[in-house]
């Protein structure tokens, strides 16, 4: 009984994938089928990381070779996005138990609270699992199958909270992801239609293909935009996010939206290239500006702090793509500031939304006005809170700092500025609605009535402050991510002529 | 959202926002259309590798070769989809079994037991047809989840009294087997769902038959629309 080296490619997806049907199996185990899960799924990846600084790896699922199978492929953005899932999944499940215990430890409506948790186990595990596989596949149709099990676990986990709202929203949100996943059917049909194939180096080597392969790629990609809530279809996304329970919030914020990103992102600078016209690149750039005004000025608004930090993800997301036009003329590297992005970002919002988690399930209520003085109370929440904050305004040393420093250095530099007041206007905006929020949490009024702290949990509040730490602390150690991003450019590079 | 609001005139207000939509769509359509017509076929796709490879699948029937053999892995994955299926429709809601069997006809009954045995019959043939013909997992685990649909239809009184552990253990009976044999087809120093050559027949047939049995108690779950009684509570 020998087990190949390179097997460990599946481990992030076969290890949840186990957990998860254990978790639905059977209550007793289920935390610890998941932490475990989670430890292995960590594991397995750093292994990886440290064996692929070398260059990418391929994996041939059931041995058939890549036109009639299904190849797995690892390289530097897929790696990445891997490690961060792994580290904010890991936040993310010990929260859960804190979250879960708490609820279940004040004797109010017990019963829904036990659902909730009975359910939450496998759903996350199986949605784990989903987000792995998506982002180690190296073929168009299995991505399909990918992101189908993202969305319906993740509209499920939407919808677990029970309340009326949340489950309005959460309908919404399944229908509107379902919509998308069929967009990029219909696309994906197009492209085997033309091309004949599903593999994405063979795909990327058969270049060209005229109207049809325009229409395959629009079709893909607004479905995929819709997924992932680009400014003006992000209308799904504050409902959703806000109302679903506070681990649920994370990892739909954190990671979900990131699935789908993923896929666009590999659709337009890995595969097809040379089908992306600059219009497209610059309506979608346009989008992405108007994602940051909007989704900050929206934020701003706001009265209910989920209903802010979901919004500010709207906001986050424009970054991402307005980093589209700016990249793409810029083939040395750019993309990899898009890279950065999203791992910063996942971090940081998870650790919000974990924080806002919080402060809910002591106070009862969310309305940011009645926050002042909760560093009293909950010194931990409030200092993560704060951290994450730095991250979104993209103060340095934090992730975002870098990210966003690259986007407004390349702008300048390609003398197209308009690009790069966008960029700083909305890092203004978002300090208006981090301060917001951080002045009332840290300020204690004189007058204010001596409020009764709840006990504290400590997994309540470290996760949050652990992964806020590490998004802030990214900056510092950029120059490792941009490196192992390096080992998947040369990948890039190598399989334009036909796969290395 | 842009709702009319019904019940002042009994008419629908006009609404231009919905006239717009409609002209999009329109226009999405003739594109469409279009671009069908206009496409470039890329020849056969990949029947002719399929073909080629027919014989080391170790069934006889080119669709269950690319389910379970060429493409298993994304069976695989879509075996999880069904199954999260469930696990949603269990996170909302508890089944309702109305206490009102006595007024179900004496003839629907004895039609039911006469049908559901034969059946399951039908389905497990089915399945053992897909590896030659059409057929194979999806189609027999339909027909079980029909003939789930009729019992409960019947309302037969020992259906809300099914213990949900029991339920649980065969809803996963598909996917533990198919990810089972996934990850010991990784021993012995082959990949992922690489079955040993010359064994890739009869691995395929247990596949297939674990997964319609899932697949059926999945859509009579589904159309029971809960989880049954005894499983976790609600307030």
Known sequence: MMLEASSLIVCPVIVPLTAGLLCFLSRRTAFFASLSACLANLVGVCLLLGRSLSGPASYHVGGWQAPLGITLRIDGPSLLMLLMTAVTGLGITLYARGYFSFRIFFPKRIARHERQERFFWPLWMLLLAALNALFLSADIFNWYVTLEMVSVSAAALAALSGKPASQIAAFRYLLVSLLGSLSYLLGV?????????????????????????????????????????????HFWLPPAHANALAPVSAILSGLVVKGSFYILFRLWFDVFPTCVSPAALNLVGILGAGAILWGSVQAIRQQRLKLLVAYSTVSQLGYLFIAFPLAYLQNDGLWSAVIFMALAHSCAKSAMFMASGTIFLHFGHDRINDLAGTRKCLPVTAFAYAIAGVNLMGLPPSGGFIAKWLLLSSSLASSRWWWGIVVMVGSLLSSVYVFRVVSRLFVVPEDLPVRQCLPRSPLLEWPALVLALIALLLGLVAPYPLAVLDAGRISLMLSGGGGP | MMMSKPGISGRRRFDP??????????????????????????????????????????????????????????????????????????????????KNSFATSPVQISVVRLLAPLMCLVAAYLVRQGTHLAGGAFQGGAVLGAAGVLLLVTELPWLSVVPSLLLRIGLLLGPLCFLAVAILCMFSGRQLLQYPSGEAGWIVLLIESACAVSIGLTLASLFAGGRPGGDVSDD
Not at chain 1, 190 to 217: I, P, Q, T
Not at chain 2, 62 to 75: E, H, Q, S
């Open chain 2, 17 to 98: 926002f919905l006239l717009l939509i409609f002209l999009l769509v329109l226009l999405l359509t003739l594109i469409l259309a279009r671009a069908v017509c206009t496409l470039p076929m890329g020849g056969e796709g990949l029947a002719g590798e399929v073909a080629r490879f027919q014989q080391q699948s170790g069934v006889e029937s080119p669709v269950t070769a690319v389910l379970l053999n060429f493409r298993g892995y994304d069976t695989l994955l879509e075996v999880m989809v069904l199954l999260l299926a469930v696990i949603g429709v269990w996170s909302l809601a508890t089944a309702s079994f109305v």
């Open chain 1, 189 to 233: 049909v197009f492209v085997y239609k033309v091309h004949g194939v599903l593999d994405l180096n063979m795909l990327r080597a058969c270049a060209g293909g005229g109207e049809g392969m325009h229409l395959a790629l629009a079709l893909m990609s607004v479905g995929l935009m819709l997924k992932t809530a680009l400014f003006p279809m």
